[in-house]
């Protein structure tokens, strides 16, 4: 581990410390000579729980850019695309290492180097290459003897310094984060002297080249006769970058930034024929398991996914169509490596373009809002084990002391690769009580459980960072100290947990499964936890702690995560890495996306997600993460076709209901990706996106119930809110949950 107040018992005297995960006793470095009780290193002040320090040795590696095109694509959208490219070409940095590659019947590889002609190498689209022929076809690598290979004293494969690494205030049984030198990457490049390969230039001698090849870049010649679709060759395009990467740079920080218009239709990784007759997998097909390419096709991306998490390397996934373009097969890509997936209509949309700006953000300090090459550690006290990690990361493989024996999600190991990520990237950490014997282990009375969590990775600009983190809970007994429980229960939390829980099964298992198993978690959290009389539903009452929960679970057993109907598998596998990736608050958008009500008195006021708040009078605010949705009532809709807006008198009146643009305009800034932006009406046929979201409380079997609320009817047979609460209290009330 390393020194953290929490962590320990320090003797200023001695200068040394107690480590409370291991408990060895260790000396503070050097450096720490001059500390005394007044002056103390921040490491020993309790407000500092996260702490990153920079590794000031290790050599600075840039950023590595392939852009994998597809030139399927038909004007004008591809000309916006070539320019959305040459657009972010000016964002990099004149050290970053960049390359191209384009496919379509065929894969062009393309030499970045100036001569008097442009070069580009030809590969057939229909066949898969493995990593080795692309070393021996194109010429790039090295072996472990070679002039990049480590020799005695130079860094590891990281550029990380051993001894400099040893400075930092370590516990003496607790090693330092082992760096990525596993059995699955025997090649140790020094990373100070990266190739410079033909095809893969620095953007200071390429730029001019590289934008003259992007503007002379046409569009497949291949001709595609009347009913068929154009030949892409999006396996093999991508099996030659991995290869490229993997054979040229092994564990260095790379991202290959794929661009996709269309399905692939033939070579690995195909998915659908060249025939338009022959319509693309749709749900209902996998369940029927009627998917000739599919299994195939999602055997191949896996393989490229686990080779380029091995690496270090980045897949990102800009897929633009109106159809689908094989998302459910490729997100292993994106999964396995921390990549972005962005799915939109078209490159030519302002969706696109602004989602795509926004990956080249950056912080105060001018570099990319982006990390490369991290490994994350999580350290544990005896008594805590780690069962596993939900999240866009990659096993290690490296099965350590507190592992645990149950295993959520990415499980085995408390060590995973994090090979790109974000600010806003989350991570779902599970863990588990140890065992001894047969039973748990006995906990010390009144004693803390200690988590610190290791994070070791590189900055866009190079630079190696060290980032720890560290926490630590009481011990409480649940069958004498329930009321300790509650209080430190946070529902928020729980609720993105349990859905990223609910999201890995779903990997797996059918949908209707997935939900049986909220449900039984649900019901027996309710059991637990609630006040009541046993078979007496009317008594029962949840703590203020878990009184949220039940609708989140009510939303998210509606929601797009569980329920497929309407949505095509690639909209699934979007939807799902999206909430896989983004933290707690916008996670819980999401789930159950936020409305706001804004009224002809100028007053707005956050209001329930129900059928009762669809008023005539008022225009509602939805944000449910992917959509900002605007919703003008019945009579305002009225009054706008009418042209009253428009009349001075009712000036005051446009300019309350000018309020909703302005908050959704300050939602779409930073948001990402984009989401989409409607604007629609009463009775508008973009009106679903809300009342598919909303609890239809209100219904055509209820409208003329007695005492009903006022509101908009919603045309659905899904049982309300109420209805799923009251059987809910039936199940935990009752003597045999």
Not at 202 to 222: F, G, H, I, S, V
Not at 418 to 426: D, Q
Not at 490 to 519: C, G, H, K, N, P
Request: with cysteine; glycine share 8%.
């Amino acid at each position: 581990m390393i020194v953290k107040i929490y962590l320990l018992c320090f003797d200023i005297r001695t200068r040394s410390w107690t480590c409370c995960l291991c408990q060895s006793r260790n000396n503070f470095p050097p450096q720490y000579a001059g500390m005394t009780e007044q002056r103390l290193p921040a490491e020993l002040m309790a407000p500092y729980t996260t702490l990153e320090y920079t590794i000031t040795k290790a050599p600075v590696v840039p950023p590595i850019f392939v852009f994998v095109v597809d030139t399927c694509i038909e004007e004008p959208e591809f000309t916006q695309l070539k320019e959305s490219l040459q657009m972010s070409l000016s964002f990099l940095p004149p050290n970053a290492l960049v390359g191209l590659i384009t496919f379509g019947k065929m894969v062009h590889v393309h030499e970045l180097e100036a001569g008097p002609i442009t070069k580009s190498w030809v590969f057939k689209g229909t066949k898969d290459y493995t990593g080795s022929q692309i070393q021996l076809m194109l010429g790039v690598g090295r072996s472990a003897t070679g002039p990049g290979a480590p020799g005695p004293g130079q860094k590891g494969p990281i550029g990380v310094d051993q001894n400099q690494m040893a400075q930092l205030p370590f516990s003496r049984s607790a090693s330092p984060l082992p760096l990525i030198t596993d059995s699955l990457n025997p090649i140790k490049p020094n990373c100070s002297r990266l190739l410079h390969i033909s095809f893969i230039q620095p953007m200071e001698k390429c730029d001019a080249l590289l934008t003259d090849l992007l503007t002379e870049l046409q569009p497949d010649p291949w001709p595609v006769p009347q009913g068929k679709r154009p030949l892409r060759s999006v396996g093999s395009a991508l099996s030659i970058t991995v290869g490229l990467l993997e054979a040229a740079y092994p564990n260095t920080g790379a991202r290959i930034m794929l661009f996709l218009g269309g399905p692939c239709t033939q070579g690995p990784g195909m998915v659908i024929d060249e025939d338009f007759k022959n319509v693309i997998r749709s749900h209902h097909d996998i369940e029927k398991d009627n998917c000739k390419y599919m299994r195939k096709a999602m055997k191949h991306y896996e393989g490229l996914a686990n080779r380029a998490a091995q690496n270090l390397h980045v897949v990102d996934i800009f897929s633009c169509s109106l159809d689908q373009t094989g998302l459910h097969e490729l997100r292993y890509l994106c999964n396995y490596t921390g990549g972005h997936m962005v799915m939109g209509d078209s490159f030519a949309s302002s969706l696109f373009q602004q989602t795509y700006r926004r990956v080249f953000n950056k912080d105060s300090q001018g570099s990319f809002l982006m990390g490369f090459a991290g490994q994350m550690e999580v350290k544990t006290s005896r008594e805590l084990k780690v069962s596993g990690c939900i999240g866009p990361c990659f096993s290690a493989n490296i099965k350590t002391s507190n592992t645990g024996d149950q295993e959520v999600g990415i499980g085995r190991t408390s060590i995973w690769r994090l090979n790109g990520f974000t600010p806003a990237t989350t991570l779902g950490i599970f863990f588990e009580v140890a065992t001894s014997g047969s039973g748990p282990a006995q906990l010390p009375p009144g004693g803390r459980g200690y988590v610190q969590f290791i994070t070791q990775y590189q900055r866009a600009n190079g630079q190696r960072k060290l980032r720890v983190t560290t926490a630590c809970r009481n011990w409480v007994d649940s069958t004498t100290q329930l009321p300790h429980m509650i209080c430190g229960f946070d529902q928020e939390a729980a609720t993105v947990l349990i859905a990223r829980m609910a999201m890995f099964r779903a990997e797996s298992a059918d949908s209707i499964d997935v939900l049986r198993w909220l449900d039984r978690q649900l019901i027996r959290l309710c059991h637990k936890f609630g006040d009541y009389r046993k078979d007496d539903p009317a008594s029962f009452r949840l703590p203020d702690e878990f009184s949220f929960f039940p609708q989140f679970m009510f939303h998210m057993r509606r929601s797009q995560f569980l329920q497929v109907f309407n949505n095509s598998p690639d909209e699934t596998a979007y939807y799902r890495h999206v909430l896989n990736n983004e933290d707690c608050s916008n996670s819980l958008l999401m789930i159950q996306p936020s409305l706001t009500a804004f009224n002809l008195d100028g007053s707005e006021e956050p209001v329930l997600l129900d059928t009762s708040s669809l008023q005539p009078e008022r225009v509602l605010l939805m944000d449910s993460f992917f959509h900002i949705l605007i919703y003008e009532g019945d009579t305002i809709a009225k009054w706008k076709k009418a042209g009253y807006l428009d009349m001075p008198e009712y000036a005051h009146i446009k300019q309350i209901l000018d309020k909703p643009r302005l908050e959704a305009e300050e939602l779409l800034k930073d948001r990402f990706p984009m989401p989409r932006y409607i604007e629609t009406e009463h009775e508008g046929s973009q009106a679903r996106f809300l009342l598919s979201k909303v609890n239809p409380s209100l219904t055509h079997n209820t409208m003329y119930s007695f005492g009903q609320e006022t509101g908009s009817v919603v045309l659905t047979d899904d049982v309300s809110l109420q209805g799923f609460m009251d059987h809910l209290k039936k199940l935990a009330v009752s003597s045999s949950a």
